[in-house]
């Protein structure tokens, strides 16, 4: 709605839509489930890589050079104890993108400064 409908709804009514605006918002994150998949195979995949060891995720190294911010992005995750410098600048512009990439990409920088992951 426009802001200017919203200014003509009564109290109730405006309540009513916070209610339903809220409960769509959250059943998209909690229960969209292409994304939930994706995640998980994402993760066996990371842990498939990690078990290949470092030779291997040299391998992704000409990933942080893709088209795409958003392999960029997964590939410097893989790659910061690899390929620091540059998967932290990868990282560092994700985080400022204003989706949910950037949130991720924020969680991630401040476990990494705060001490509480290290990268392997």
Same mark, same amino acid.
């Given at each position: 709605?426009?802001?200017?409908?919203?200014? =003509?709804? =009564?109290?109730?009514?405006?309540?009513g839509e916070f209610i339903t605006r809220a409960t769509t918002l959250g059943e998209a994150?909690? %229960?969209?489930?292409?994304?939930?998949?994706? *995640?998980?195979?994402?993760?066996?995949?990371?842990?498939?890589?990690?078990?290949?060891?470092?030779?291997?995720?040299?391998?992704?190294?000409?990933?942080?050079?893709?088209?795409?911010?958003?392999?960029? %992005?997964?590939?410097?995750?893989?790659?910061?104890?690899?390929?620091?410098?540059? *998967?932290?600048?990868?990282?560092?512009?994700? *985080?400022?993108?204003?989706?949910?990439?950037?949130?991720?990409?924020?969680?991630?920088? %401040?476990?990494?400064? *705060?001490?509480? %992951?290290?990268?392997?």
């Amino acid at each position: 709605m426009k802001r200017v409908l919203l200014r =003509t709804l =009564t109290d109730d009514d405006l309540i009513g839509e916070f209610i339903t605006r809220a409960t769509t918002l959250g059943e998209a994150i909690n %229960y969209w489930l292409p994304a939930v998949k994706a *995640s998980k195979r994402l993760v066996q995949i990371e842990k498939e890589m990690k078990l290949r060891g470092r030779q291997f995720r040299i391998k992704l190294i000409p990933l942080l050079e893709a088209q795409d911010r958003i392999i960029r %992005y997964y590939a410097a995750r893989e790659l910061l104890a690899l390929v620091p410098e540059r *998967s932290r600048q990868i990282v560092e512009e994700n *985080s400022r993108q204003g989706d949910a990439i950037a949130g991720d990409a924020g969680m991630l920088l %401040y476990t990494i400064d *705060s001490g509480i %992951y290290t990268p392997e």
